[in-house]
Each structure stands twice: as C-alpha cells, then as structure tokens.
C-alpha cells in the first residue's frame, strides 16, 4: 500500500514537471518572436540605407513588436496572479451599461475596419458587483477574439444581458468561424490556441481566455462558451448583481 502511494506521488510530481517543462518552452518561444523581429530589423536599419519612408515602416514594426512583447509579459504576470491567488479584485457597483457603451466605443474602430457591426440588448439596466478595470478587461479581450474570428465575413457580433436570480449573465455573440466541441474546454487553458492554419494567422498567445476566466472565477462567477464550427460561438458569463 506505502509503495503503491510512494509511485503515485512520484509520477504526479513527474508530471508536473513535465507540465512546468512545456510551459517554460512555450513562454520561451512566444517571448522569442517579437524579439527576432525587432532584432532583424534594426540590423537592417544600422546597415542599410532606407528612404524615410521604409525607416518609418520598420519602427512602426519595432514599436509594434515591442508593444507585442510587452503584452505579453502583462498577460503572464496576471496569469501568475491568478494562479496563486495573489490577484485582487475590487468591488465596485459597474453599471453594465456604462461600461458597455464605453468598450463598444473602444473596439469600434477594429471593428468598422472588418466591416463588422457591435451591437447591444440590455436586459434593464443591470448594476453588477465587480472590478471595473478588470471586467473591462474581459469585455475588450472577448471582444477582440469575436472580430478576430468575425473578421471578413461582415457579420454583426452582439453583447446581450439577462438578469437571473442573483446574477446577471452576459453573453458575447458572434457569426465567425466557431469552436470543435471537442476543443470548447480546451480553450481556457493557459496557451491554449485551437490548430488551424486559418486561427493561427490571426496572431495571439493563448493566455486572454484563461485570464478572462481567472477574472469571473475571482469575482465568483462562471464562463462557458456554446458553438458551432462555421456558425458562430457565445461566450456566456455570469457576474453577481450589485445590492443595494
Ligand atoms: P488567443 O486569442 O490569443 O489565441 P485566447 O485564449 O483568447 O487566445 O483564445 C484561445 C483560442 O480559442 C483561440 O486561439 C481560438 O482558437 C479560440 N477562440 C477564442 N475565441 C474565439 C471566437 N470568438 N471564435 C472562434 N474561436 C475562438
């Protein structure tokens, strides 16, 4: 019996660090690749004599890459909060659609470039207990994959609120390309990106929707997501409503 639960804690720990593995080589790669862009291109700018207007072109590409970069590494300290425990979140009466208005207002520009539509239908006018900063985050973040993965098939995405019980549910709705059902809990992993040479053009690293999730879970909500592969997908979320 002693050894048979010697083996066990031996192989859980052996596969923990062959998750922690991964993990680095991922993070190592996903951090690699702005920098051999910014790399690249500033060699050339030192060599090479450019007119103004590629030097402009290549930082734009630099500015863009470090952008990038750093992105990333905000993503990985929140994942890194989460997952100890060390995130904090306030709680602040948000009105719902305040801050939808406002995220609409952000993301419109990517949008119209896509010629894609954001619309809403609020549900009353819902106050929700939460961390605005942070639920913000989670609205740009949805949304920003909604367009991705919207882009050119000029199909309006939605942002819909239902009040039920002590919650209000919000759900982000879009006519893109759809998730596998075999790959719909697989995508709140940390760097999780579904494979296809379509989805990977789009960019990203994988780390938005196990952030996002982080979030609701922190405020003691849930997320889930329902879709169809070439008909769309709906991120539902809950959030605890404001008592007065
Ligand atoms: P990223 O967008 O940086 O790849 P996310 O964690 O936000 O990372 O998303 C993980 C994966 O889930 C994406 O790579 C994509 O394959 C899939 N996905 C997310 N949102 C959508 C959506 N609205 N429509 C289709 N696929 C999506």
Known sequence: KKTEQLENSNQRLQKLNRVKNEFLSMVSHELKTPLTAIR?????LREEDY???TQE???DLIIRNIDRQSRMVDDLLDISRIESGRMVFKEEKVDLKEIIDNVIQMMEPMATKHGIAIERELDNDPRVKADKDKLLRVFVNL???AIKFTADRGESIKIKTEETGDFVEISVIDKGIGIPENEQEKIFEKFYQVDSTSRRKVGGSGLG????KG???GHGGSIRVKSEPG???TFVFTLRKWEE
Do not use: W
Not at 40 to 44: W, Y
């Open 215 to 217: 979030i609701i879970e």
């Open 209 to 212: 929707l196990a952030i996002i």
């Open 40 to 44: 690249t291109s500033s060699e050339f």
């Open 51 to 53: 007119d103004r207007e």
């Open 143 to 145: 949304l920003n994959n």
């Open 231 to 233: 008909v769309g997908s």
């Open 57 to 59: 072109e290549m930082l």
